[in-house]
């Protein structure tokens, strides 16, 4: 089983809004990324955790928070966010960094 | 830095003409690349990865091969359902990150 599970599949949200992302996975994988992908481009790393420890920031603005609850799940808490930040919002997982990514199906966010 | 690209940008392909797209690299140590389709909308579905020159992988319609600068994902007798992005992605000896490609867009008409 490869499955990433991602909720929600679609989101709207305002400027003042605070929302979350979620992201499951049950393969025992150790790393776990958010990906963020404009249409026709490809995917944009933005985070890595490595056994529940942000290993990598992408430089990514302080209005995107992750988290890494345990070694299965994995969020995104977004607050303030610009019309720019709209996008499909993808979260991966592998057995350790740098192995084969598995990806979960996105979540299509629009500000408004 | 490690560099990615991929030709075409865009192939249109009928039904049954076989064809084959290319991923070149410039990388610091090959560690992996790894091919994806992708369908609009949706996440990138893992198909092959390859690990170092003169090695191959199959499934169904798709043959994905490896030198020291390429790779090429073949496609036999391709069908309407075939059509989607595919995109390739390295991993260099000292980077935990993948760099993607730009894709190419596949459309196989009927």
């Known amino acids: 089983d490869t499955e990433v599970t991602q909720t929600p599949k679609h989101l709207v949200m305002g400027m003042t809004n605070k929302k979350s992302l979620k992201c499951e996975q049950h393969m025992g994988h150790r790393a776990m990324y958010w990906y963020k992908q404009k249409a026709k481009k490809p995917p944009e790393l933005m985070f890595v955790?490595?056994?529940?420890?942000?290993?990598i920031n992408e430089s990514v603005p302080s209005r995107f928070s992750p988290e890494c609850p345990n070694s299965s799940l994995l969020n995104l808490h977004l607050h303030a966010l610009q019309p720019e930040d709209s996008a499909l919002y993808l979260c991966?997982?592998?057995?350790?960094?740098?192995?084969?990514?598995?990806f979960g199906p996105g979540t299509r966010l629009t500000v408004l | 830095e490690d560099q990615v690209t991929q030709s075409p940008e865009a192939l249109r392909l009928q039904e049954g003409e076989s064809s084959s797209l290319n991923c070149s690299y410039t990388?610091?140590?090959?560690?992996?690349l790894f091919w994806y389709r992708q369908d609009p909308g949706k996440g990138p579905e893992f198909l092959f990865t390859?690990?170092?020159a003169g090695e191959e992988k199959e499934k169904e319609r798709l043959k994905a091969t490896l030198t020291k600068k390429e790779s090429f994902l073949h496609i036999t007798a391709p069908k309407p359902e075939d059509s989607a992005t595919y995109l390739c992605?390295?991993?260099?000896?000292?980077?935990?990150?993948?760099?993607f490609g730009p894709g190419t867009r596949l459309s196989v008409l009927p």
């Open positions: 390859l690990y170092s």
């Open positions: 992605a390295v991993r260099d000896n000292y980077g935990q990150n993948f760099v």
């Open positions: 990388v610091s140590g090959l560690r992996g």
């Open positions: 991966a997982s592998s057995q350790g960094t740098g192995n084969t990514q598995y």
């Open positions: 955790y490595s056994y529940e420890k942000l290993s």
